[in-house]
Every structure is written in C-alpha cells, then in structure tokens.
C-alpha cells in the first residue's frame, strides 16, 4: 500500500512531492511504514489520514478507542495475522465479521480472513497507530496457539519440529509478496508426517469452521515441508470418490505419502489455492500459480502448482523447485566421456540447432540450464523462451510465455530474432512455425537450443519431419541430438551385491562373453532411502551427433533405424548402452535398466 498511498495523497494534494520524499527517506533510514512516518514529520494527522482513505475506498472510519471488544471476537483472527497486517476484529453479526484495517484496499487479507473463518468480512478503516494500541492491549505477549483458533493435532500423526508447530514462524503462510519467511529450516523438518486425522469437521463445505482451520494451516505446511526434507520432484493432492490422498514423486516414482478425510478436501484445496494467489471460487477451470518459499540461512525453494478439475473435485500437482539442487555442471549429470565431448562440441560451434529430447520430467530442462551455464560469458547475449520459468540464471535473459494475451515460443523467436542474440534457448518444440523459426534462426548464425517430447535421438529427424520441416533443412541446421533419460541409483548406505543369471543379462543387452563377469548390485531399504533401495537419480545419455553420412541419409528418407544404425557404427551410444553402462559401475540396477531404455 505504501507507494500507492504516497502517490493518492500528492495527486490529492494532501501533501506534497517534496513531503513524500523525505518521508520515504525518513522510513529507509529508520524503519516503520510511510503512514507512520508522515505523522511524525507532521504532514499529516492520524485522524486526517483516516478520513482521506475511508473517502477513497468508500468504507466507514471508526475511533476504536471507543470500542471495547470482545474477547470471543478476538478468536476469529490470530495475533500473527493481527500483528503482520494491522488488522483487528471488533464485532460479529451473524454471518458477518466487521474487522478494522489501516488498509482497506488489502484484498488479499480480506479473503485470507475470510477464508479462516468462514464469515463475509466488512472492512472498516481506523488509525494505524490506534490498531497497533489494540492489538497490543488485546492480544497482548500471547501466541497464536492462545489468541487464535487451533486444535493440536495428535503428536503421532504430525510431528514438525519439537517446539509447537502453531508457533512456529512456519505457520503463518500468508504474506503480501507471496514470500514465506522461515526461521530455522533444520529444525522444522525434523519429523515426519503420516496418516492424519483431523476430527470435529462439521461438513464438506468451503470453509472448516472456527476450531478447525489453525489444524488445516499445519497441516498443509507439514505436506510442503515433509516434501522438502525427502527432496521430492512433486506433490500430488488428489480426491477421489471415497478417498483423499496425497503422493509424492520420489526419484521419479509416485509413492502414497498419507490418507486425509474426505470431509477436508475442500479446506486443503481452498488453502493451497490462496498461498498459490489462485482464485479460489473458480472450480470448473484450470489454474496454474507459484508458492514461493524463502527458508533460512539464504535458501529459497519455488512450488510450481497446477490445479485441474477433476470428477470429483480439484487435483493439485505441486512442482518443487529448488535452485540450491539445481545442477549446473554437466560433467556431475551422467554423461559418459565421449558422449560428453560430443555435446560440448555441438554446443560451443558458432551456429546451427542443438535439441534435448525425452518424455516429460527426464532432466531436460536441468541438462540445457548446464549447456547455457557453459556458455554464459559477458561476450555472449544469451536469450531463453520458457513456459515456465523453472530458475532464474544470472546474466541470461529469460522470458516468460504467456499463450492468453499472445506470446507463444514462435512470438518470442521473432522478437529475439531482433534482439541482437548470439544464443537462442526454447524451451519447447511444439509445432510447425516453432520449429520453422528455430531451424531459420540456427541457419542464419545463431546457436538455438530446445527440447522435443520424441522416444530417442534418432526418431527426432522424422518427428521434425512429420512436423512439414523439409529434409534440407533438418539436416542442414542439426548439430546434435541428445536423448536421455533419469534412472534411480542405489542408495549407498544398503547397496549389497546380488546374484542375477547370465542370461537376464544377455537378454538386455549385455555381450555374452561379458555377462559372467558383471557384479549386479541392488539397495536392500533402510531409513535414509524411506525403505525404497534408492537415492537420487542419475541420467542416461544418447547423444547422436550429425555427420555427412547422417546428413546424407536424412535427405534420402531414411528410416529411423537406418540412422540408429548409422549413427552406432560411428560411436553413438544408446540409451540401453549408457545403462548397461551405469549397471557394470554399480550405480543402478537391472530393473532400473529395463525401466528407462528399450531394446536396442
């Protein structure tokens, strides 16, 4: 509100530019908010400043101290929430709770109260230094477990840190810029969280009533927080007809996390949707918003989220994104050393088309963030098209797509086109005048990286030319193509040496003369792998870089297999090869292996 405040009292006339501007000074140097700041400098009185807003949002003015509240009144509103926005409850009638504000045009606190409580909140605006009076006699030193509304739930089913999770800096998620300020990371994910039940819901309606809703906040806290600790790449909350679950996808696999009553769907939903900044009285549409965490000690972690309507109410996939995870050294991600010689080759040649492809979640995004890492140097104007915007890379341009008001990937390779680039990242391939722009773009001396949904390297050349890119082109502009692919590794802490036939090796590939002296290791399941026998996950490579023979071939029309053939007699490996690979190291395991390749 503070700039906008600023700007409504000198276009009124109410004070000055020069009044404002020593007031901003005053509060950069001593702290507060500008409304406080002007009244001390004796630009304006509280009483002046409170009339001025209740004309400009047309909501009545009150002199709380006249009032005296009610304690019971005081329950529908904690005091974190009382204290971080300067509101305060003062009186219920019916289904309606007035509460006084020192800025009525806070919407976002408005519809959060409302979502707490269940009631239609009525704003009317008082002093801000009257509200800060109140909050203090009424709320006093007491914490939201004593002025709020909670219900603690069992210590055996929910259990974040050893202080009470109601008083934690954690539980407060709602902030004006989306940002949650989080103390001491460590010791709130300490614990776990398993089977909850939450008891003492009246019904299956939009809002839980007053005694349930502080349960609900921690409890979608210890769902976020649970995630961060197992380091999971997304969280599932889906309901069902006769049940409510949430997953959580673990080096790439989905493991049932816990059950939740069906009777709190819709207040889990409702909560996540409001820390998303989504609209939460829109169920019949999809929507798509950002949780934005900033944890201690300078960590931050990004929640990408989804919401879909499904048959029975709104799924919720959560991406987590954390920057402090991301890898940036393509030598760490998997690459063996030829096919990685062969991938920095493509990359740092002056021009022409480098494309990552693979089914969605296989590390694409992750193995063109290290290639752009690679290339970023104060020489080089780097652009990227991204739809999202997965980590913020410093010295890079990034841009976001936005397909309802126009700006597609094929949009924004034109605007970049004009740019002055020297490199080009898109971040998908999804149609012909994509790909056409790209594959002009790469002709016409620019490095262009991007990604393809296809099975392996070679199917690439025919899935662009199933897109209507003529042959000349594709083959013209190619530089490389690199297939790939996450396969879990065995967790190093229960890694034990198992006995498998010859045989089921040969029968995935292994040579025959080789397949007796293969070690076969597989993890056994202990506490630092959740039982599972893995931890984190390693990518396989394919990296099928153009020659003239591939070239020649592709103007031919070639098949696929052709130009797998081809491209293996000049030392490409497949993807079964590079896994075969991993397997005779000890990283990963047979069924791993089968899981992530094909024959070849």
């Known amino acids: 509100m503070q700039e906008r405040l600023g700007q409504l009292l000198v276009r009124n006339k109410i004070i000055t530019t020069d009044q404002l501007q020593k007031a901003v000074e005053q509060q950069k140097s001593s702290g507060g908010r500008l409304a406080q700041q002007l009244s001390k400098l004796g630009f304006i009185t509280e009483t002046a400043l409170t009339d001025f807003l209740s004309q400009q949002y047309s909501v009545p003015s009150i002199n709380l101290n006249e009032y005296e509240i009610d304690p019971v009144v005081l329950k529908y509103v904690s005091a974190d929430i009382a204290k971080k926005h300067l509101v305060i ?112 819901t009246k019904d ?21 927080i649970k995630g961060i600790k197992l380091r999971v790449s997304d969280i599932h909350i889906e309901p069902y007809e006769k049940s409510f679950r949430v997953r959580y996808r673990m080096d790439g696999v989905l493991r049932k996390a816990m059950g939740l009553p069906l009777k709190i769907k819709n207040a889990i939903i409702s909560r996540v949707k409001i820390m998303s900044r989504l609209d939460i009285a829109e169920r019949r549409l999809p929507q798509d918003g950002r949780i934005k965490l900033k944890l201690g000690k300078g960590r931050e972690m990004d929640f ?70 690679e290339l970023n140097k104060e020489s080089e104007n780097i652009m990227t098209a991204e739809d999202p915007v997965e980590y913020n890379l410093m010295g890079i341009n990034q841009v976001q797509m936005h397909e309802d008001i126009g700006l597609n990937f094929a949009a924004a390779l034109r605007s970049f086109l004009r740019q002055d680039p020297d490199i080009i990242m898109v971040g998908e391939i999804r149609d012909f005048e994509t790909a056409e722009i790209a594959i002009k773009a790469a002709l016409t001396g620019h490095l262009v990286l991007s990604t393809l949904h296809t099975n392996d390297a070679p199917s690439t050349i025919n899935r ?48 025959p ?35 003239d023979e591939l070239r ?36 990963t395991t047979l069924e791993e292996v089968v899981r992530c390749s094909a024959a070849d």
């Open 89 to 200: 409850p003062i009186s219920r009638t019916g289904a309606s709770l007035i509460v006084a504000m020192s800025d009525p045009s806070n919407m976002q606190v408005i519809e959060d109260i409302r979502f707490m409580t269940g009631f239609k909140v009525d704003a009317v605006v008082a002093a801000e230094v009257d509200i800060i009076d109140a909050v203090k006699k009424y709320y006093g030193a007491r914490g939201v477990a004593e002025s709020g509304i909670s219900m603690d739930l069992d210590a055996k089913d929910y259990d974040l840190s050893d202080s009470d999770a109601a008083s934690s800096p954690f539980s407060d998620m709602d902030s004006e810029d989306g940002i949650v300020e989080v103390d001491d990371f460590d010791s709130l994910v300490h614990g776990a969280v398993d089977t909850v039940e939450v008891v003492d």
């Open 204 to 224: 299956d309606g939009d809002f839980l009533s007053e005694n349930v809703e502080a349960p609900i906040v921690k409890l979608v806290n210890g769902i976020l």
């Open 304 to 373: 990408r989220v989804s919401v879909l309507p499904t048959l029975f109410g709104e799924k919720i996939v959560m991406r987590l994104l954390d920057k402090s995870n991301l890898m940036l050294d393509m030598t760490r991600l998997g690459f063996e050393e030829n096919a990685l010689s062969h991938f920095k080759d493509s990359i740092h040649q002056p021009y022409g088309m480098v494309l990552v492809t693979g089914p969605t979640g296989s590390g694409k995004t992750t193995t063109l963030y290290s290639a752009l890492a």
């Open 464 to 511: 662009l030319l199933n897109m209507g890119i003529e042959p000349f082109l594709v083959s013209s502009s190619l530089n490389a193509i690199v297939a790939q692919r996450l396969s879990r590794k065995i967790c190093s802490e229960c890694k034990q040496q198992i006995e498998v036939s010859a045989q089921a090796l040969i029968d995935i590939g292994v040579p």
């Open 513 to 547: 003369d080789e397949a007796g002296e293969v070690k076969v290791y597989k993890g056994k399941g202990c506490s630092v792998c959740a039982g599972t026998g893995y931890k984190g996950r390693v990518a396989l490579y394919e990296v099928m870089r153009m020659n």
């Open 552 to 587: 020649e071939l592709v103007l031919n029309g070639a098949s696929t297999a052709e130009l797998k053939r081809e491209a293996m007699r000049h030392g490409m490996k497949s993807l079964r090869q590079a896994g075969i690979t991993k397997l005779r190291e000890g990283t």
